[in-house]
């Protein structure tokens, strides 16, 4: 595709519950990000992808939180019995290269009732 | 440890007058640099980037931003405000190395706001 797509672009779930957010990156892609933005502040890193290299899961906040990226393309973002501090816009981004700039998606607003 | 830093959480400017976004970096080797702006309920939008080469660069919508390696600094600029600037704005740095270490490093965000 042209650009970064994310989906669904929102999502409301009751707490406890699984969610699933996915990522399109641009294709031929190597890098992925996914970050965690509340309203109005900064970006929050959660985990990165390179390559085949093992993924950087650093800031992922805990072990309900995962994420896989199949095939070196597209990436999902899996929150386990959500609850409600887990809401806020899931943002992907992908860049080409290590001098490339990273091209973001519209996000997921997962908001947790 | 590697970081980015942008000290002012706001910046309020006058329509007109020149703006100076600052962003300050703390990495081991030649960075590249980034910024990037984000509009009210919009993503992220690339402005501009250093690679290499001349420290001046210009990007979108008039902005430039200046690498200093000295002072390891790229602040962004524009010689002109317009009220349509108004938006967060974030620096980020990426290191020159091979393997897994090579996530983008963010700064939090400056807050421009350009009063009419």
């Known amino acids: 595709g042209a650009g970064v797509s994310q989906s669904p672009s929102n999502k409301v779930t009751e707490k406890g519950k699984d969610v699933e957010l996915r990522c399109d990156p641009i294709?031929?892609?190597?890098?992925l990000y996914w970050y965690r933005q509340s309203l109005g502040q900064g970006l929050e890193f959660l985990i990165y992808?390179?390559?085949?290299?093992?993924?950087?899961k650093s800031g992922l906040p805990s072990d309900r939180f995962s994420a896989e990226r199949t095939g070196g393309s597209v990436s999902t973002l899996t929150i386990q019995r959500t609850q409600q501090e887990d809401s806020a816009v899931y943002l992907c981004?992908?860049?080409?290269?290590?001098?490339?700039?990273?091209?973001f998606g519209q996000g997921t607003r997962l908001t947790v009732v | 440890a590697q970081s980015v830093a942008q000290p002012e959480d706001q910046v309020n400017v006058a329509e007109g007058n020149p703006l100076t976004v600052k962003c300050t970096y703390s990495?081991?080797?030649?960075?590249?640099l980034f910024w990037y702006v984000q509009y009210p309920n919009r993503g992220l939008q690339f402005l501009l980037k250093?690679?290499?080469?001349d420290n001046l660069v210009k990007g979108s919508y008039g902005f430039e931003a200046e690498f200093n390696k000295s002072q390891t600094s790229f602040h962004l600029k524009k010689p002109s405000a317009l009220v349509s600037d108004s938006a967060l704005y974030f620096c980020?740095?990426?290191?020159?190395?091979?393997?897994?270490?090579?996530?983008?490093?963010w700064g939090l965000g400056t807050s421009l706001a350009v009063n009419p």
């Open positions: 981004a992908s860049s080409a290269d290590p001098g490339a700039e990273a091209f």
């Open positions: 992808f390179q390559g085949n290299s093992a993924p950087d």
């Open positions: 990495v081991s080797g030649n960075p590249y």
């Open positions: 980020a740095v990426r290191v020159r190395k091979t393997g897994n270490n090579r996530k983008l490093i």
């Open positions: 250093y690679i290499t080469g």
């Open positions: 294709s031929g892609h190597t890098a």
